[in-house]
């Protein structure tokens, strides 16, 4: 049986994701009409990555299937979210910058998007020294997309942290 | 003062170019959604290039600028929209999708996004007769987007054609 005291911890830290993972989400869809259009949703929220997802309706292309623009727009957006939701468990906050980014299409998607970053301990935790002893940070997360349970888009971006005045 | 059938051929290459621009804009609103959203116009349709353009306001993002994700999706556009362009300017059609790309986010882009590609013609010519001889050709493509007369945006995306069955 679990002792009081942690099921109280793990009851907060279960409360405090999933009120970071629909900040997040209103973020999205308050800040970015883009983000509105392509029906981007926080579908997983955790401290060690978030999932999300949009459908293929809105986003699809000429064949019929996922639209290159639509899937770098979702793999951006989780790259952003997933430090977004680090930095805010980490007690920080911060201006987020893409800088640059590479895309690989593998295959075609052909149902519903969903993208997955797990940024590692190692990267966020060296970001947060970074920022915390010269105001701004700057590390390489990657997002995949899967399709039919294969590697279909692999993202890699580069974002800049600034510390908030 | 220029010949008649001179006269008459420039005439002809201009309406030719003009039916391409309308068929592009209508090909990219009636069958990407994003495109829409984004409210992306092919504004110059020549045998070098093309230009296009899109308002901030649906693009824009948490900073009040341009959205990478917008971004990303003109530039895929646009060199994918020349690609098309020098196809039929050739007299041939193929199925184009995009590979992979590298984009560069130099400087914030805070109005109307404006995106050229102008294909050399050196490339178009090889892809032409890759497509011709094994009817597959694959090509890297070069967009950028300006800011305030400086660069803001460089993208390179590779793209492959596949000759219609």
Known sequence: MIEQPLRRAILRAVI??????????????REIPLATAI???VAACGVGGITSRAP???N???????????????CVLT???ALWVALR???????????????RYRKPVGGEIVCRCAPAEVTVRAAL?????TGRAKLSLTCTIDSEEQLAVTFEGTYVVLAKP
């Not at 699809?60 to 979702?74: I, K, R």
């Open 16 to 29: 405090e994701l999933d009120n970071l993972r629909a900040e997040l989400q209103s973020t999205w869809l």
């Open 39 to 41: 029906g981007i949703e």
């Open 89 to 103: 468990h980490a007690g920080r906050t911060g201006r987020i910058v893409v800088s640059g980014s590479r895309i």
């Open 129 to 133: 020294d970074q920022l915390h002893s």
């Open 56 to 58: 293929l309706e809105p």
């Open 79 to 81: 790259g952003w979210g």
């Open 60 to 74: 699809s292309n000429v064949h019929g299937t996922a639209f290159a623009g639509s899937l770098f727009s979702v």
